[in-house]
């Protein structure tokens, strides 16, 4: 039987959140999503430590959704931890981030991003660059276990 496809998704923006899940559910997507709402809870998360402590550290989300303006640490720190330990360097990141920064765009790459897409403010967009994260990172993608 083949594994769950969860998704991470790590934003501390309240009404970003919401307007990711909604996109995601009016894609149909119905795999489960957790979210983490800051740089540090993402980490427990994936470390299974903290609150997250109890968590099954070898079930891993099939793709990370990571803001880069994120409070206690930020999504490029994060990104820097990610692909520093070995459970989880090969996790896939999607750098999910309303940031025009140049800075951040080549440093999220540098630190081994899977790729950078820049939120659209209009939702119609957002609906359809959701789409396309959901058909490439949850359908046609294949992580190695």
């Given amino acids: 039987m083949p594994k769950e496809k969860n998704i991470l998704l790590v934003e501390d923006n309240p009404d970003d959140e919401a307007l990711t899940l909604r996109a995601l559910r009016k894609n149909n997507v119905m795999n489960r999503i957790e979210v983490a709402r800051d740089g540090v809870e993402a980490l427990d998360f994936l470390f299974a430590r903290g609150a997250h402590a109890g968590r099954n550290p070898a079930d891993q989300p099939a793709v990370i959704l990571l803001d880069l303006k994120l409070p206690k640490l930020d999504g490029l720190e994060v990104l ?7 459970s989880t360097r090969r996790l896939p990141v999607v750098i999910l981030t309303s940031s025009r920064e ?11 991003a899977n790729s950078y897409i820049r939120k659209p403010v209009d939702f119609d967009q957002f609906l359809n660059a959701v789409k396309q994260l959901q058909l490439y990172w949850l359908v046609l993608n294949e992580i190695p276990e």
């Avoid at 140049?102 to 081994?112: N, S």
């Fill in 102 to 112: 140049q800075q951040d765009l080549v440093g999220g790459y540098d630190l081994g």
């Fill in 80 to 86: 820097r931890e990610i692909r520093a330990n070995p």
